[in-house]
């Protein structure tokens, strides 16, 4: 094990030097995601005052405020580009070299990403987490900041980047279908931007699409860790749920190994 | 035909620490140096000459061929190509020159090679009849039938090389430039290319810029040499000058029956050669000899050796360009 | 004269290149357009699962807020369709060296650059724009004269400007910072704010998207001014007005950064 870890911290070390290389480019994406969040923000406080309640399908202004901002930060502490790096070894034919080599790919990539994951955290977590809580403060006149729902919240955002690892991994072998990653990689997002409820609470939608979407793994990338994080589950089905998250990550890990097994016998016989 | 007056091009360049901490500091306080790439370049080209314009890596070369094909704007100095400068015309100074980096392509990638030319036909706006004797002769020169309707991601490099010569000739361009035009081809495709440039430069009076790393271009296709180091001039001026100047290195090969010949030679203690001016190299019964002509003449040498071993076959050469040229480096490094 | 003439053949070979390497890669571009038709449904499905819970928003009708943002869809559309390129510059054209190639030719390299790629995945917004437009402008009741018709059709190339000159101005960063495709980016993110009416946000923000970044009139302006027909000075005149101008600045920072350009490698 501790042998394993010394072959790969040279690879969480290269994804932090990457990080850092093109920090100025990161930053302006990151600025870019806030102003959506912020265009968001307009458009619920535009539906609040319409609606005339203060509470919407069990979402308060203030709380949709921290969902919409949550939802910004566990989509950028779980996001991973699997898709794109396979995708492309799959078009220029260099995934076969990694066949000749003795580690995992999976794991260097992983490792690499977690180096990535590091600048992340430290940029964005603390002024996100300390944002929310001022705002929840200031909201309801106590403080809601809770410990124990902050770390499980943790632990569900690295089962939900596991999830979103390994879909991503599996997503990337539709390069041997459509050659074109780019759109392939946009029509997923639009797809699991949608159904893991970035866009809008479950809540809001029809019961029986409510009950489906919980059910399908995109609900476990982003919705369970917020709806954690903001104290929505709790006893049964907050075990439920995570539960639940830990099913999504074996399975896509198992079929990401399906799919790459496939992927070579595939590569074998073409002589690829 | 062009003219280069005190070319001189300066870049800022960021100094950064190392690691994450150095890299925090650049975010919020960068610092900055001032890095001189070129510094006073001065040559005349005139027209249908072959200019070989050599240097050590990161001598400045591409930042001056980048500058005379008006890619780059000099920060001061300036160079005119029949009269034409970049910094006031662009467009009608780059219809007299034609461009090939080795390392990259102006080809349409997707496309099958035809419909390159069919775009920079109208591009440099060259009429119909004149595209269509163009291409006859390019084709002739560069042999592009086989491959004109292949896509040009599926061509060879040699290929693609001499698609791309094609494509900075379509235009009849009174200057050529040539940055590493043989890179990674092999000896009979090199050979090939250096052949289609010599006919061209011959048939059409074209000047040619040619640099490369491969001296054995240089010595084949052109006259005249331009060397640089550090940004500057080093050298200026025909093959033979260059030879006469620092080529003072000559060449003595012999076969021997002597035993270590090298050891009873023992050259260097008897006339004092230094480092640099002697080197020997023994193989079997072959032994290899340069020396510097200026410390000892070659009649000398001769005398000395014949009168040391037992000789069975001699001969005494100038030595190549490359050798040269090594040596013009290492001094300056 | 002769100058525009050329343009206008030049631009014609481009997209008849681009339309042959489309062919040669059909199923991509289906692709192109499918993924970019998906991503328009979703947020209508959004706006129209909002709406199902609200009788209007801060007074507009579904239809309303739809029209616009179907409106807001064809100059973006038609920007991204023939300009897309600009992208590139800022991603990794002037990183990796490969502007050289612009600067060799007697071309104009803006007009070079732009007119270069055809993004055909642009016809899914292009189409759900139109759709959208469409189904929505029978229900909306709307004065129509010649006149109306004339602004309309004059605004929308206009409108189309402010893309197109905004992505010129972050694109031309590149020349000093190497990288900018990430500032485009992130302007690209304010023009959200745009495909909703701009009642709906504070003073500040629409301050900012009407002079500062003035995405608000690419859409809700003009779009406005087809709704309700009031102040085409304002909602129309200004939208030219602002284009041009956005215009002249970004092709002034783009040749002061040719000047810096520093190409790539030794």
Known sequence: MKRKLRIYFPFINAGLQEATTYRANWFFMILGNVLGCFVSYFIWNAVFLSGGNDTMNGFTMPQMVVYIFLMFLTSTLISSGGTYDIGEEIRDGSISMRMIKPISYNSTFLFQELGNKIMTVCILIIPLVLGVEICRTIFTGEIQFNIIGFLLYIISCVFAYLINFFFNICFGFIAFVIKYLWGANMMKNCIVGFLSGTMIPFTFLPDFLEKLFLFLPFASLNYTPVMIYMGMYSGTELLFYMGLQLFWVLVFWGLSKLLWRVATKHLCVQGG | ?333 | MKNIKRMLRMHRIFVSQEIKRMMEYKGDFIVGIIGFLLGQFFNLLFLWIIFSQIPSLVGWTLEQVIFIYGFSLIPKGLDHLLFDNLWSIGHFTVRKGDFDKYLTRPINPLFHVMVEKLQIDALGELIMGIALICVTLPTLAIEWSVVKIILILLVIPFATLIYTAIKIATAAIAFWTKRSGNITYMFYMVNDFAKYPVTIYNNFVKAVITYIIPFAFTAFYPANYILTGENPLFNIGLTVVISLVLLVISVLIWNRGIKAYESAGS
């Not at chain 2, 890596?57 to 500058?67: D, L, P, Q």
């Not at chain 2, 390019?138 to 491959?147: A, I, M, T, W």
């Not at chain 2, 060397?227 to 000058?241: L, Y």
């Not at chain 2, 040391?308 to 490094?333: C, Q």
């Open chain 2, 1 to 333: 035909m062009i003219y280069v007056e005190n070319l001189r091009k300066e870049f800022k360049k960021t100094i950064k620490d190392p690691g994450v901490i150095g890299s925090l500091k650049a975010l919020f306080h960068p610092h900055n140096e001032k890095v001189i790439a070129v510094d006073d370049i001065s040559f005349n080209v005139p027209e249908g000459e072959v200019m070989g314009f050599i240097g050590p890596n990161g001598a400045g070369k591409s930042t001056v061929i980048k500058m005379l094909t008006g890619i780059l704007t000099p920060t001061s100095g300036k160079c005119t190509i029949n009269g034409k400068n970049p910094a006031e015309d662009r467009k009608n100074y780059v219809r007299e020159i034609g461009v090939v980096f080795g390392q990259r392509t102006q080809l349409w990638w997707d496309l099958p090679l035809r419909e390159t030319y069919g775009v920079l036909k109208e591009i440099y706006e060259v009429p119909d009849d004149k595209y269509k004797k163009r291409m006859a002769f390019l084709n002739e020169v560069l042999d592009l039938e086989s491959f004109i309707t292949s896509p040009v991601r599926t061509l060879s490099l040699g290929q693609r090389m001499r698609a791309d010569i094609a494509a900075s000739l379509l235009h009849s361009p009174k200057v050529l430039f040539l940055d590493e035009p043989t890179i990674g081809l092999d000896v009979v495709v090199k050979d090939n290319i250096r052949n289609a440039i010599e006919y061209i430069n011959k048939q059409e009076n074209t000047t040619v810029i040619l640099t490369t790393h491969d001296l054995a271009d240089i010595e084949l296709l052109s006259k005249r040499i331009v060397m640089i180091d550090k940004g500057k001039n080093v050298f200026d001026g025909t093959i033979s000058e260059l030879k006469s100047k620092y080529g003072q290195i000559r060449e003595l090969h012999f076969e021997t029956d002597t035993q270590n010949a090298d050891k009873v030679l023992a050259y260097k203690e008897h006339f004092g050669f230094v480092d640099d001016d002697i080197s020997i190299k023994t193989e079997g019964t072959g032994v290899q000899v340069r020396f510097n002509s200026e410390v000892v003449p070659v009649s000398e040498m001769l005398s000395y050796t014949l009168g040391k071993i037992n000789i069975n076959d001699i001969s005494v050469k100038d030595a190549d360009i490359e050798e040269i040229i090594r040596r013009l480096y290492k001094r300056e490094v």
